[in-house]
């Protein structure tokens, strides 16, 4: 059971000694080590990402309508050192400098640009016959709106301006289609003929994904992206993957056509695009392109600059590390030899034939050896854990840091893999059902001699540098004793020192947010997005409703019956609600006759509780809902679907 914060370590810690630890002779030792094993100096990719530059959004800031800050570059002005400091893992320290690196840049002279540096992901603008082709337009849409901006003040400015003829969206993750309303309105996309192109299965995955989990996925994302850290060099400094996501408002727009599993070539406003379908690598929904009139190879998010999320730590279904070596290696055998460029959504592109062949190589090699290898040492009996373990690096990555462990890492991935094929359970019954945390941490506190002499063991370690076995220890300890400000501030200390030495992005902002959180001074960010009237009108009503059985409370409802028939007029659906035995059924499309009472509501209406815009009770009362039959019933069933708490405690009981 998780309780919320309580106001007892607040305070207590609002007495100080909040600063985070220095970086330990341990953790210098281990950045001095990877340091000298990496050619960190090899200017490369530093030359693709600053290669083409050709206009920047003075200091990185993106402002919203109303004045808030979207995007701003000015607290990350200490990634221009050279030198990491050692608070900073060094291969991490470089990614995030290359992320760092902002503006427009001409990609193909007179024919492709991309806008860098101003959301996690990458926008690409393609130049067709008449018109412009925008590729991936960022996760906000002011984010997007100051993307486009700065290419019609440059580009355009010179060359003549164009309409935009299509959209690209070349995944379902919204950090690819929710600024599309910053660069085209609906009313343009329908007056303009504008077509927004999607891989099959868009519509359905672009919702769905954060619908059902969301709140949980929300919580770890915040933690994953470092959203509740102040930049810094004890803070977040990057994702792996980008900087940090842009905080503005997240939209959609239902695509006008899709390219279907088989894959296609399209022409777009003049220009052929061959598509290949790449559905189950990294989204649900996916494809890449290549241009030949331009040599270009659009590897969308397939292939990137780090190795990427077999299973990402804010939580998803888990992908298909197999699957994924297959597509990047179906890419190289069709255009391996005749690409010229490479581009991503995320990250910097790569020039010259030879480079992108190979850079799609080692991508191929990196995801299937996080396969192989995990099959080939669980047929040998190894478990999750130790097959992660006894498994340091790929071969790959010792000589390419586009396949490094920059986002995802080979250690998850492989636990990834696993649980792909095996489940969450090692096959050791002592793992099948064993106590809760809670309950487990009191008895080996007990065990231990007591909580002075397991503070004493976990402190030991962390003198010994110990981190991982100081983390274990320590947790117990403060599950079993979350007011001690002792054990949280130990267990904080090896956090920081886990998360210094962390190559990925992703793991450094979550154990240095864990160790924020026993501190106390976890920044109070719900989420910087959010969602439009746009994003949550596309969520199907079938999938509202399953949402909203996940918030039924069976505990509490475990003796109710009935069906409530929701009937809702603007979009003419039906859902029939049957509940009983603490569970509450939607069957879609369904009328049943004889419900327990039947609301009539507007979609729309919906939208607005969604949006937090509408409250029941006013609803009820201003007559926007309808009740017939038993209103009681309904009232007290409806009333048995609590909000889940944003803030749930991580890494406390
Ligand atoms: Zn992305």
Redesign the pocket.
Same mark, same amino acid.
């Given at each position: 059971m998780k309780r919320a914060i309580g106001l007892i370590p607040m305070l207590l810690w609002a007495s100080g000694a909040v600063a985070q630890d220095a970086a330990s002779e341990a953790t210098r030792a281990a950045q001095a080590e990877l340091a000298a094993r990496l050619p960190l100096n090899d200017p490369a990719d530093m030359a693709n990402a600053t290669r083409g530059k050709i206009a920047e959004i003075a200091d990185g800031v993106i402002l919203g309508k109303d004045g808030r800050i979207v995007w701003d570059r000015r607290p990350y002005a200490f990634l221009a050192a050279d030198q990491a400091p050692d608070t900073v893992n060094p291969s991490l320290w470089r990614q995030a400098r290359l992320n760092a690196v902002h503006g427009l840049f001409e990609v193909v002279p007179g024919k492709i640009w991309q806008v860098r540096g101003y959301d996690? =992901?990458v926008m690409t603008i393609i130049r067709g016959e008449s018109g412009w082709i925008v590729v991936?337009p960022l996760l906000t849409e002011e984010a997007a709106a100051a993307g486009w901006k700065l290419f019609a003040d440059t580009v355009e400015a010179k060359a003549g301006k164009r309409p935009i003829r299509a959209i690209i969206f070349t !995944?379902s *993750?919204s950090? !690819?289609f929710g600024g599309v309303g910053g660069v085209v309105t609906p009313e343009q996309v329908r007056r303009e003929n504008i077509r927004i192109i999607a891989p099959h299965g868009f519509s359905e995955e672009a919702t769905a994904e954060n619908v059902l989990a969301g709140n949980a996925m929300g919580r770890r994302a915040l933690y994953m992206f470092g959203a509740i850290l102040p930049p810094g060099p004890t803070g977040q400094v990057d994702t792996g993957?980008?900087p940090k996501l842009s905080s503005g408002t997240i939209g959609y727009m239902e695509p006008t056509e899709t390219v279907p599993a088989a894959g296609a070539t399209l022409t777009i406003d003049g220009l052929a695009f061959d598509f290949l379908d790449a559905a189950g690598t990294?989204a649900p929904a996916e494809f890449l392109f290549y241009i030949p009139a331009y040599k270009a190879l659009h590897t969308t998010?397939v292939v990137t600059h780090n190795l990427h999320n077999i299973l990402t730590l804010r939580g998803a279904q888990v992908r298909d590390a197999l699957h994924w070596s297959k597509v990047i290696d179906a890419m190289l055998l069709k255009w391996g030899g005749t690409a010229e460029v490479a581009l991503a =959504? *995320?990250h910097w592109p790569t020039w010259g034939q030879g480079a992108v062949a190979k850079w799609l190589a080692d991508q191929r090699d990196a995801y299937r050896y996080v396969h192989d290898r995990t099959l080939f040492l669980a047929n040998r009996g190894a478990t999750l854990h130790e097959l992660a373990d006894q498994t340091a690096e790929a071969p790959v990555q010792g000589r390419d840091f586009s396949t490094r462990d920059y986002y995802g890492t080979l250690n998850h991935n492989m636990k990834a893999t696993y649980q792909r094929y095996f489940g969450w359970w090692d096959g050791n019954p002592a793992h099948f059902n064993p106590l809760p945390p809670e309950q487990s941490a009191a008895k080996y506190v007990a065990l231990a001699g007591g909580p002075d002499k397991l503070l004493a063991a976990g402190k030991a370690a962390i003198a010994a540098g110990d981190y991982r076995w100081a983390a274990e220890l320590l947790d117990k300890l403060v599950f079993a004793q979350p007011d001690s400000q002792d054990a949280r501030a130990a267990l904080a200390s090896a956090y920081d020192q886990l998360g210094y030495q962390a190559e990925s992005g992703a793991w450094r902002n979550y154990y240095l947010a864990a160790a924020a959180t026993l501190r106390g001074t976890e920044l109070d960010t719900l989420t910087g997005n959010g969602q439009s009237r746009s994003f949550v009108s596309a969520i199907p009503t079938a999938v509202f409703f399953d949402a909203l059985a996940t918030r039924f409370d069976a505990a509490k409802g475990a003796a109710l019956a009935g069906t409530f028939q929701f009937v809702l007029p603007d979009s003419r659906e039906a859902v029939a609600v049957v509940v009983g035995g603490g569970v509450e059924f939607p069957r879609y499309g369904v009328t049943d006759p004889a419900p327990t009472a039947t609301i009539t509501i507007d979609r729309k209406t919906l939208d607005d509780v969604m949006l937090g815009q509408a409250q029941f009770p006013a609803l009820l009362q201003s007559g926007a809902i309808r009740i017939d039959g038993d209103r009681a019933a309904f009232l007290s069933w409806f009333a048995l679907h609590p909000p889940a708490d944003p803030r749930f405690n991580v890494v406390v009981p």
């Open positions: 996690i =992901s991936d !995944h *993750h950090d !690819h993957l980008g990294e998010e =959504s *995320h």
